[in-house]
């Protein structure tokens, strides 16, 4: 078969001349075709090509630009990553039209283009596996508590680029529900490019998931994670009711909630607020998401790179849920789990809209095209299911381009969000969340007030969480990665931070660092906070054993005793210390001479130690789980820091 050329698919001239260029052209013509959630019209932007090297270089000079972000930018951030050298392209627009979403596809050429589905580069046998392995090899060992690992539908095609960008944009504006942004982008190589960066990108979906959006300085993330899968015979209100009475997706969600306020505290001043939830419904797949909002600061490149990269598509802790994904994907993702960022002249600062690449179709050199998906792994995972969330991700673009069969249109589709019990259901999840998070926040006089409190971060950016926990309660808190500490004994109080690993491993630099911060802290008689991965270190150090829980507690609320009282707090670990009878004190290890009071839950795990300006605890009190948790943590500073008593954290 010859290629088809562009001329075949040659549409009537329409009154819109920059859409009409748009179809007529042969290919050399850089150009993004958008329709934003809500929006009646679809933006055609013509432009020029530039390719940057980091964000901060993405050159916002007046003009909008769209720039399409790869995977590889998180070694901006110092992340492993497979680097396979795909550029950060940007498209200068120098022209611009809205088009009426009706003359839009009366325009578009007819859909679908000729296509040879080909089938998933791993098999489901392949991918099962890779899934048990993360569940058992990275989960169960306390790598994380979600990872996401994707793979790649393919298929082949003869159609030109701009013909089949636009038939596929038609085509999901047609059959696609619930999306965010749909899209089309084409932006040839600049002509000095080689290698990777020396092709033409070319790209077309249907994101659901706003990653960050930045308009007068209010910044809003949107978390978007569990998935109900529609049957074949559509959804309906039984269904969607049971996937939202579903543990493992409510927990899904939690999780991801967790992470992007994570990025929201080191984004904004003021912290983070949660508002939701909402149900998402698209064609073949519903969701569950939140809004996350707050006020910020930062040049909106700035905050992109604070927030590289969404963990509904990476995992978390972010950082080493980029390293397990090298681990475990033997490819690089290109630009899947990356973001299309339009940036626009907002008075004398840009607004960003940027989201996520997912349920996005790629068109490579010598036609080949890709869709690729991944799935949320979590401890209660089943492989199986894990290997359909996957067909099920990747059908809706699929379906839409007329390579798998297509189900009922979106006008036969039932709204899940009017089906009763739906609502009631939503709010439902909000039982579990802290109220500190959801409520506007500020800063609370105290005894605390003007203490300085360094907080070292092992690798987790719940760190940043705690710091805006702490400023609430009236300290001056900074968070200092574990390998830049000069040192831990010029604040009033030391906050020893979470991270991924096993705290029995004194082979692992960071497990050193905290050992030894440790000793630094209790020999001088310096006020000193341990949480999760460091109350595990300190637990172990003061003669208490530690071991693999039979379940890992990722992305749990317990309601667990805390000296005494009944506290509801949000857990993350997959090792715990447990209770012994501790003999003698060893006269070397000024940790055991301090007799630390423990305070365990119904299994035996320790929840906290707390001794004589020492204190420490299990739980994650920041996180958005722990209803009590900001009581906990005021209660644990004030008596390491030897401050006024409050009330009892209670439940």
């Given at each position: ?62 003009a909008p630009v769209l720039a399409v972000v790869p995977f590889r930018q998180a070694r901006e951030r110092g992340f492993t990553v497979h680097d396979d050298g795909v550029p950060l392209r940007c498209i200068v627009v120098r022209e611009s039209e809205r088009v009426p979403l009706s003359d839009a596809v009366a325009a578009l050429p007819p859909e679908p283009v000729a296509a040879e589905p080909l089938g998933f580069d791993i098999p489901d046998d392949e991918y099962a596996g890779t899934v048990r392995r993360v569940i058992d090899d990275e989960i169960g060992q ?140 698209m064609a073949r797949l519903s969701h569950t998401e939140y809004l996350l909002e707050g006020r910020t600061t930062l040049d909106p490149r700035e905050a992109l790179r604070l927030t590289m990269f969404a963990p509904t598509v990476t995992g978390s802790p972010m950082e080493n849920a980029c390293t397990v994904i090298a681990r475990h994907e033997t490819r690089p993702r290109g630009y899947y789990s990356g973001f299309l960022a339009l940036f626009e002249p907002d008075g004398a600062s840009y607004s960003l809209d940027a989201p996520i690449l997912i349920r996005t ?291």
């Open positions: 078969m010859s290629a088809v050329p562009s001329s075949a698919f040659a549409s009537t001239p329409t009154s819109h001349p920059l859409l009409d260029r748009v179809l007529a052209s042969d290919g050399s013509l850089p150009f993004a075709l958008l329709r934003r959630e809500g929006d009646t019209e679809v933006e055609v932007l013509v432009g020029d090509v530039v390719d940057a090297d980091l964000l901060r270089d993405i050159p916002l000079d007046g306390g790598a994380g508590a979600n990872f996401v690992v994707m793979r790649r539908f393919e298929a082949r095609t003869e159609a030109a680029p701009v013909p089949t960008l636009t038939s596929w944009f038609r085509a999901l504006l047609t059959h696609e529900i619930g999306s965010y942004w749909t899209f089309a982008v084409h932006a040839p190589a600049p002509s000095a490019s080689a290698g990777p960066a020396g092709e033409p990108l070319s790209l077309a979906g249907a994101t659901p998931e706003r990653h960050l959006t930045v308009h007068d300085g209010v910044a809003r993330m949107n978390p978007i994670s569990g998935t109900y899968r529609h049957p074949a015979s559509g959804p309906t209100r039984d269904g969607v009711l049971d996937f939202l009475s579903d543990i493992k997706e409510n927990e899904e969600l939690f999780m991801v909630v967790d992470e992007e306020m994570k990025m929201m505290s080191a984004l904004c001043p003021d912290g983070g607020r949660i508002v939701g939830p909402y149900l998402k419904q179709a790629y068109l490579h050199d010598g036609g080949r095209v890709s869709v690729p998906a991944g799935a949320t792994l979590v401890r209660h995972s089943v492989p199986e299911h894990e290997v359909a969330e996957t067909r099920a991700k990747a059908a809706g673009v699929l379906a839409s381009l007329g390579l798998v069969p297509r189900g009922a249109g979106p006008d036969a589709v039932v709204d899940l969000n009017a089906q009763p019990g739906v609502a009631e259901a939503l709010a439902a999840r909000n039982g579990q969340l802290a109220e500190f998070w959801v409520r506007p926040q500020e800063a609370e006089a105290s005894p605390l007030t003007g203490r300085n409190v360094l907080v070292i971060d092992h690798e987790d950016q719940f760190t940043n969480m705690l710091a805006h926990q702490l400023r609430h309660l009236g300290m001056n808190a900074r968070v200092v990665r574990w390998d830049a500490v000069d040192d831990v004994l010029a604040d009033d109080l030391v906050v020893l931070g979470p991270g991924p690993g096993d705290p029995r491993d004194h082979e692992d630099p960071r497990i050193a660092a905290i050992t030894r911060r440790i000793h630094e802290r209790v020999t001088a008689g310096r006020p000193l906070l341990a949480v999760c991965l460091s109350h595990q270190v300190l637990a172990g150090l003061a003669g208490f054993p530690l071991r693999a829980l039979p379940t890992p507690r990722q992305g749990v609320r317990l309601d667990a005793d805390v000296f005494g009282t009944t506290a509801a707090v949000g857990y993350y670990n997959t090792f715990g210390a447990q209770l012994t009878t501790i003999t003698a004190a060893d006269a070397d290890n000024p940790v055991a001479r301090l007799a630390l009071e423990p305070s365990v839950d119904t299994d035996g795990v320790l929840t906290a130690l707390r001794g004589p300006r020492v204190a420490s605890v299990q739980g994650h009190l920041e996180s958005v789980l722990s209803a009590d948790g900001l009581t906990v943590l005021d209660a644990l500073a004030r008596h390491v820091l030897e401050v006024g008593a409050t009330s009892s954290p209670a439940h």
